[in-house]
C-alpha cells in the first residue's frame, strides 16, 4: 500500500470530521501517501490538514461530462492502490469504479454500493454515534483489509504553528484593540446556508448574559454574505467589548483567526467544526431531528471541550432552534466557561 484516494467532497464541517480517520490512518503506517479529492472551497483546509500530502480539486460542475473526465483523468493519473469514499453518492460511486482503483471502499448504501468492491454496513441513518466515529470506523476498516494495526489518535487532529498563530493574536489584538490579557470569545451567528440558526434576540441574550459574568472581548465572525447580521447582532448588543470580523485573506487565514479564541459558539457550521479540530472549547446549537442531533454532527474536540443545546425532540419543533430558551442554557452555559477559564 503505497497511494491511498480520500474523498470527502461536501461541506467543510463535513470535511473536517474525517481528520481522526486521517491521523487514524497516518499515525498507522506513515508511509502511506494520502491524497485528498475536495471541492475548491476546502482545499485550503485540506492543504493545512497535517495528514493530507495531495490534494485533487474536484469538479465544480459534477454534472459536467468534461469536467467529470478530468477529474477522473487526474485520479486515474496517479494510479491509487485503494480509495475510501467517506460519502457515497452516484458521482462518488461511478467515479471510483472509472477510476480502475482495485480496493474501493464505502459505506454499504443506496443501490450503487454494489460498484464498490469493499463496503461496511454503517446505518447512519440512525445517528447511533457521531459521525466523525462513522468515518473512524470506515478507517479501521481500510487497516483491518490491509494488515494493518491501528494507532488510535488524539485531539487536536488540527496543530497550526505556534509562531503564527502568536503573531496572527497580534495582528487581531491591533485590528480590533482586543486586550490580550482577556478571554476571547468568538460567536457566529451565520449559518453558511446549511444549518439551522438561533435568532439575533437569542443571540443577544446569550452574549448579554456571557459579559455579565465575564470581563472577556466578544468576536462576531461574519462568512460571506453574513457581514449585516453580525453587525445588526453588534447594535443589539450595543457593548464595547464586542468587535466585528467580517473580513479574512481566505480560509487559512480565518482558520488562523479561529485558532486565537478561547472559546467559540455557532450552530453546526464550518467554523464550529474548524474550532473542533483545534480543540478549542466550544458551544454548539443543534435542531433535533435524528439526522442532525448533537450526537451526530458533535465536533472533534475533547468531549469535556464541547456542550451542545437543542430544541424539544418533538416533530414541531425539531427544526426551529428559536425556541431553546437562552436563559436555561446560560445556567449550563456560565459553569462551562468557567471550568475551561479556570
Known amino acids: 500500500m ?71 483523468n487526474q485520479i486515474k493519473a496517479v494510479q491509487f492502490d485503494a480509495v475510501i469514499s467517506f460519502v457515497s453518492d452516484w458521482y462518488n460511486a461511478k467515479l471510483t469504479w472509472q477510476s480502475g482503483i482495485k480496493y474501493r471502499l464505502a459505506p454499504a448504501t443506496k443501490l450503487f454500493q454494489f460498484l464498490y468492491n469493499h463496503r461496511l454496513t454503517q446505518r447512519r441513518s440512525r445517528s447511533e454515534k457521531a459521525e466523525f466515529e462513522y468515518n473512524l470506523d470506515l478507517a479501521r476498516q481500510f487497516l483491518v483489509d490491509h494488515h494493518l494495526s491501528p494507532i488510535e489518535p488524539q485531539p487536536p487532529y488540527l496543530t497550526l504553528d505556534q509562531t503564527a498563530v502568536q503573531n496572527q493574536r497580534l495582528l487581531l489584538s491591533r485590528q480590533f484593540n482586543l486586550d490580550l490579557n482577556k478571554k476571547w470569545l468568538f460567536v457566529h451567528s451565520g449559518t453558511g446556508g446549511s444549518a439551522n440558526s438561533l435568532s439575533l434576540n437569542q443571540y443577544e441574550a446569550l452574549i448579554k448574559g456571557i459579559l455579565a459574568e465575564f470581563d472577556c472581548h466578544i468576536v462576531l465572525t461574519a462568512g460571506p454574505n453574513e457581514s449585516e447580521k453580525a453587525h445588526q447582532l453588534a447594535r443589539m448588543v450595543n457593548d464595547d467589548h464586542v468587535v466585528i470580523y467580517d473580513k479574512n485573506n481566505g480560509l487559512q487565514d480565518f482558520t488562523y483567526s479561529l485558532a486565537c479564541a478561547d472559546l467559540f459558539i455557532a450552530g453546526s457550521t464550518g467554523p464550529l467544526h474548524i474550532c473542533g479540530a483545534l480543540n478549542i472549547p466550544t458551544i454548539g446549537f443543534y435542531p433535533s431531528r435524528l439526522s442532525a442531533i448533537p450526537r451526530r454532527w458533535r465536533p472533534i474536540n475533547q468531549a469535556e471541550h464541547h456542550i451542545a443545546f437543542c430544541p424539544p425532540f418533538r416533530k414541531d419543533v425539531e427544526k426551529n432552534l428559536t425556541v431553546i430558551p437562552i436563559s436555561d442554557c446560560l445556567r449550563e452555559i456560565i459553569p462551562f466557561i468557567q471550568t475551561q477559564w479556570q
Open 2 to 72: 503505497q497511494n491511498l484516494l480520500v474523498i470527502r467532497n461536501d461541506k467543510i464541517g463535513d470535511f473536517m470530521l474525517i481528520f481522526p480517520a486521517l491521523a487514524l490512518i497516518k499515525q498507522s503506517d506513515p508511509d502511506i501517501n494520502i491524497t485528498a479529492l475536495v471541492p475548491h472551497y476546502t482545499a485550503p483546509l485540506a492543504e493545512l490538514c497535517p495528514y493530507i500530502d495531495d490534494v485533487i480539486i474536484d469538479s465544480q460542475n459534477k454534472k459536467n461530462a468534461a469536467d467529470f473526465h478530468r477529474t477522473l
